[in-house]
């Protein structure tokens, strides 16, 4: 019977471990949320007092790469955590399937918060509202990409 005890204590030992871990990748998730919120209301900001300086000799050409870049970026992100959640389910141990969860979690996210900010310099500097709309579009992305342990749960039961 002893046994059984230490078996618990080291069973909430890892639950309280893993609760950790899912809370320290909730906070990652929400300090990239506020920077791209506040880069995007200040870039309204900007915009609406006319402080901006646009770049007049930004091609159309490049706007359209901006957004193409963005586009296969996206698709390229899903393919990679997509291809990185079989690979977890294939893991044997739970520790590792929650360090490379984590890991593709926040590869997610950083990718989606740098096309973003991408797209929001490109908006200051063309003052054109499709990027604006685009990093809009990333931003409620990026809400919908939130790793949490029931995500992280559902993921492993597809």
Same mark, same amino acid.
């Given at each position: ?25 909730? +906070? ?6 506020? /920077? ?6 200040? /870039? ?62 926040? +590869? ?26 685009? /990093? ?17 749960? /559902?993921?492993?039961?597809?």
């Amino acid at each position: 019977m002893p046994h059984a005890g230490i078996f618990y204590s080291i069973e909430s030992m890892n639950n309280s471990l893993q609760t950790a871990i899912f809370k320290k990748l909730d +906070n990652i998730f929400i300090i990239l949320l506020s /920077s791209q919120l506040f880069l995007i209301i200040t /870039s309204f900001f900007i915009a609406s007092n006319n402080y901006s300086v646009t770049a007049s000799n930004v091609g159309n050409e490049l706007r359209l790469a901006i957004m193409i870049i963005t586009l296969t970026a996206v698709v390229i992100v899903r393919g990679y955590y997509n291809s990185t959640i079989s690979k977890i389910k294939l893991m044997p141990t739970l520790d590792e399937k929650i360090d490379a969860f984590y890991a593709a979690s926040i +590869n997610r996210l950083a990718v989606t918060e740098i096309l973003s900010l991408i797209n929001l310099i490109t908006f200051l500097t063309t003052t054109q509202y499709v990027f604006i709309i685009i /990093s809009i579009i990333l931003f409620i992305l990026f809400i919908v990409y939130r790793p949490t342990e029931k995500v992280f749960e /559902s993921e492993l039961n597809k």
